[in-house]
């Protein structure tokens, strides 16, 4: 311990970056301490042996969380390049004590993140060599300090992360330095006199936090005398190497709020370790730095060779002549701007004129894949967690579905027992709350029986088990709980309904009596014919859903006939109440909804059923009270059934297109009935009377009149395919004789023949057929 001023040695570091951990590393080796300190929860000192178990692989995080309430939690994030990493591995290595002496968590998570004193690391806490007052619970009017940024600024540097590189990031390559202490010492006078100038920032955070430091290095004294080394911010040398009384200190300790805590270790990523993702103590470049840490020897060229080797996987041309003249360029950057090798900002450079042709777009997919990074850390199987997360290890690995933290596409067939397996699980999970994957829509078959997720692992999913622990200890046991919770909490039908549905998809058939019975209840008591109107679909999907999975859904069956009948008898005096624009196109929204269910239903009486739906959009088609968005909806929706002949069509066209009828209102009557995407143009296409009368009634519209409406017709129009726009304008343009304006009913447009030909019409039965087959399949 010769060499250095009297007492511990005290190591200030910045948390994330190799030179630091390599530095780290040397002082450690050259001063030998009999004991090792670090800036950490002490409640993960059971955890520090893991560190050791070869199932450990770094990034991972230290997890603390209130027992009671998991979701009040903090990370301590470490990668192979932390010093806090570096300074554990080498006490257990040459097995010397290591212990964490920061503010425990039971008290920082006791603290709310906003209040006054919010003590505590964790992930967005402390930021190491930037000062207080820019990580979370910063005290209100704290001074916002970044030693970094201003050391930085003396040292005639623009950019701090730049000059951070210089002075410490590749201080010495990656071989030791002759004097690994002398950055530290240096390093800790500059904080000291920032802090004389500036203080601790305000910010009582920090002196609680260093108080508690302080004293857990009272007692190591103790036990080791001054022969122990402390790995913390920079910021807090000055604060850790001022003298103190132990009273003083315990004054500001005393009265803490306490809450009991849990710890474990857990799978880290280093795009969360990136500072754009929020992280208080984050850095720029995680992938980079990983690099640096690993490269023992000539990391420019090593990482160019791993660009060239990235966009040769996304087939652009670059040849080994490329990397040579890159590595060239960027050596010629650094000597320029003096720097002693070339950093990050070098190296893109280059890579941006020498192999992605000065474009950008390439350089952003060399950002994201390698200068970040999707590397997802591993914790060993030993390290404690919440039953609920064993349960679901185990299926994970089961049903070979693997957490990583990129993007990654799962296709499902749910005939396939495995892949219906893992389609429950990520159900459960949902309903759960852990939204490791995500439903998005299939590029090919649209079946009830292909499912497509996009799945991420964030390290944030590992709080969300904890907290879900509290409803069970498997993922099918704590589904069905939170379901049951949730059925006897929802405070409208739609909630329930969609909850059913959500059952159904997840398997969970225990859950279902206590839906059920909330389903029946809220039915019975819901008057709103809208919110009765969106609840059915949801039903209708869950039946059919529990047909594709083989659940047992004919329960739901029951309540919803007698939720559609409720709907038939409530909706007509719904429509006829004077309803507003708004008000009718939802409910214009809910009779497509409902008409498309009670279609799906497959339940006692469902042919009366459809009877009796079939009279209901009857007699909203003919009544003049019923808004005309709603009344040519109704008409369109019978004519596609068969239920409404075109004759009948044509008398209700023309009643609404009447000159007595408001030019508003017919243009609602041809919204609803010819709406894009509802196959309306192909309609018109092919029926040249309902075209002759829109016609008709077009041109006799009022100029004044024609400006009110012409939105809504826009609107129509302009849902309809390009395709179906030119037929409909060259119809319309061949006007008497050749096309819909003048021309007799029953009689065809040019190029068609007057009546239908059996024989030719037949002949396509057989391949209509077979397309219909396969599209079913």
């Not at 849990?262 to 103590?281: F, K």
């Not at 939170?482 to 225990?510: I, K, P, Q």
Request: charged share 25%; net charge negative; hydrophobic share 45%.
């Amino acid at each position: 311990m010769t060499g250095r001023t009297a007492g511990p040695l005290l190591l200030g570091v910045r948390h994330h970056g190799p030179g630091s951990a390599r530095a780290v590393r040397a002082a450690l080796d050259a001063a030998r301490p009999a004991a090792v300190l670090i800036e950490g929860p002490p409640e993960g000192d059971a955890l520090l042996p893991l560190a050791a178990d070869p199932g450990m692989r770094p990034p991972v995080a230290l997890l603390a969380h209130a027992a009671d309430d998991p979701g009040r939690a903090a990370f301590w994030p470490l990668a192979d390049f932390s010093p806090e990493w570096a300074a554990i591995r080498w006490a257990q290595e040459g097995e010397v004590p290591v212990r964490f002496i920061d503010l425990p968590a039971a008290h920082s998570l006791a603290v709310p993140e906003s209040g006054e004193g919010a003590a505590g690391g964790g992930e967005g806490g402390d930021r190491d060599g930037e000062g207080p007052g820019e990580g979370h619970g910063a005290a209100p009017g704290s001074v916002r300090l970044d030693p970094l940024g201003m050391l930085a600024e003396t040292a005639g540097y623009d950019d701090p992360e730049r000059w951070w590189e210089d002075v410490v990031e590749h201080r010495g390559g990656s071989r030791p330095t002759a004097d690994p202490l002398g950055v530290f010492e240096a390093l800790g006078e500059a904080m000291g006199a920032l802090r004389e100038e500036y203080g601790a920032g305000g910010h009582h955070r920090d002196l609680v936090r260093e108080a508690y430091m302080r004293q857990r290095m009272r007692a190591a004294r103790r036990e080791f005398g001054d022969d122990y080394a402390v790995v913390c911010g920079a910021w807090h040398v000055p604060a850790l190497r001022e003298k103190t009384t132990a009273a003083a200190d315990k004054a500001l300790l005393t009265g803490l709020p306490k809450v009991k805590v849990e710890t474990t270790w857990v799978p880290w990523t280093h795009r969360r370790l990136a500072r754009a993702g929020g992280y208080g103590a984050g850095i720029t470049s995680p992938g980079w730095y990983a690099h640096l840490f690993a490269a023992r020897d000539r990391p420019v060229e090593r990482w160019l060779t791993k660009v060239a080797g990235l966009l040769r996987e996304e087939d652009r041309h670059v040849s080994p002549a490329h990397v040579i003249e890159a590595v060239r360029l960027a050596d010629t950057l650094a000597a320029m701007r003096g720097r002693p090798v070339p950093g990050l900002t070098e190296t893109l450079e280059a890579v941006r004129a020498v192999m992605c042709d000065g474009s950008d777009i390439p350089l952003a997919l060399i950002e994201d894949r390698l200068v970040v990074g999707d590397v997802l850390g591993e914790v060993p199987d030993a390290a404690p967690v919440v039953p609920l997360q064993r349960d679901l290890t185990r299926q994970q690995r089961s049903l070979r579905i693997k957490p990583e933290a990129q993007d990654r596409e799962l296709e499902l067939d749910l005939r396939k027992d495995t892949d219906a397996a893992k389609s429950l699980l990520l159900h459960r999970l949902r309903l759960l709350g852990i939204d490791w994957g995500v439903p998005t829509a299939s590029r090919g078959s649209t079946g009830t029986f292909r499912e497509t997720w996009r799945l991420r692992w964030e390290p944030e999913l590992a709080v969300r088990v904890a907290e879900a622990g509290i409803w069970g200890t498997t993922v099918l046991g704590a589904a069905t709980a939170r379901a049951e919770a949730d059925a006897a909490g929802a405070g409208e039908l739609g909630e329930v309904t969609a909850l059913a549905e959500r059952c159904l998809l997840a398997g969970l058939s225990g859950a279902l009596p206590a839906v059920l019975r909330a389903l029946a209840d809220r039915a019975a008591l819901d008057t709103d014919v809208a919110g009765l109107a969106k609840a059915l679909p949801a039903l209708a999907r869950s039946l059919r859903y529990g047909d594709v999975r083989g659940t047992d859904a004919a329960a739901l069956g029951t309540v919803a006939a007698g939720l559609a009948e409720r709907i038939c008898v409530a909706l007509p005096p719904a429509c006829a109440a004077g309803l507003d624009a708004d008000a009718a196109q939802e409910l214009r929204g809910h009779v497509d909804g409902v008409h498309g269910a009670i279609g799906l239903l497959e339940v006692v009486d469902a042919d009366g059923l459809r009877e009796r739906w079939a009279a209901v959009l009857r007699t909203l088609a003919g009544r003049d009270t019923v808004p005309g968005l709603i009344r040519g909806r109704a008409a369109r929706l019978l004519l596609d059934d068969g239920r409404l002949p075109p004759e009948e069509t044509a008398r209700l066209m023309g009643l609404s297109l009447s000159p007595a009828c408001a030019p508003a209102e017919a243009a609602g009557w041809i919204e609803g009935f010819a709406g894009g995407g509802s196959g309306g143009g192909t309609l018109l296409v092919h029926d040249e009377r309902l075209l002759g009368l829109i016609d008709g009634w077009l041109v006799s519209v009022p100029e004044r009149a024609f400006v009110d409406v012409l939105p809504l017709l826009r609107r129509t129009f302009g849902g309809y395919e390009a395709g179906v726009r030119r037929s409909l304008g060259e119809l319309v343009r061949r006007g008497p004789g050749g096309g819909p304006a003048g021309v007799s009913a029953g009689a065809a447009p040019a190029g068609f023949g007057s009546e239908l030909d059996p024989v030719r019409a037949d002949a396509v039965v057989d391949l209509v057929h077979l397309l219909l087959a396969g599209a079913r399949g």
